[in-house]
């Protein structure tokens, strides 16, 4: 793997991550 097409994913894979944690924060907070 080359490390340019990692840097290239990241941004990427930040945004799902935290659309993916705010989901999941919303839905606690529905349910408390």
């Known amino acids: 793997m080359n490390g340019s ?4 994913e990241y941004p990427a ?3 799902m ?3 993916e944690l705010l989901q999941c ?3 606690i ?3 408390y």
Do not use: D, E, P
């Open 17 to 19: 991550a935290r659309a």
């Open 13 to 15: 894979l930040l945004r």
């Open 5 to 8: 097409g990692v840097l290239k």
């Open 29 to 31: 907070k529905s349910t």
């Open 25 to 27: 924060f919303k839905k």
